[in-house]
């Protein structure tokens, strides 16, 4: 199932299910890019508790896929990623780290509120 996107003043918030997996963040990022009406705004990606069904071999496909994708002269440059357990965490800062070369910044929050702020600078 395709993450809920719900659009924010200041970005627009994804939010997961359970279970996701990349064919399904890859859905999701697919929309993001090309669904017409959706603002240029920076994105905060909120992985509730539960498995994810992501390996580490899964996050260079995952930057293959935003890089192949991602519009030319783009104003979002920021991407938080919350994330509620250390599975969750290592997965995300794994991928924070592999995706340093792309037009926008991703780092690795354990909540809401300070994934906000970050993201309206």
Do not use: C, H
Not at 19 to 26: C, F, P, Q, T, Y
Not at 39 to 46: D, F, G, S, T, Y
């Amino acid at each position: 199932m395709s993450p809920e996107i719900t659009i924010k003043t200041d970005y627009i918030l994804i939010e997961p299910k359970e279970g996701i997996d990349l064919r399904e963040i890859k859905q999701g990022i697919a929309r993001l890019f090309y669904v017409k009406g959706l603002p240029e705004q920076n994105r905060i990606w909120v992985f509730r508790q539960g498995p994810q069904n992501l390996s580490y071999a899964d996050l260079q496909k995952l930057k293959d896929i935003i890089k192949e994708n991602y519009p030319k002269d783009s104003r979002i440059n920021k991407t938080a990623l919350v994330v509620e357990s250390g599975a969750q965490t290592d997965l995300a800062e794994a991928f924070a780290k592999i995706a340093t070369d792309l037009p926008q910044t991703f780092k690795v929050f354990s909540n809401l509120a300070d994934a906000e702020q970050w993201v309206k600078q």
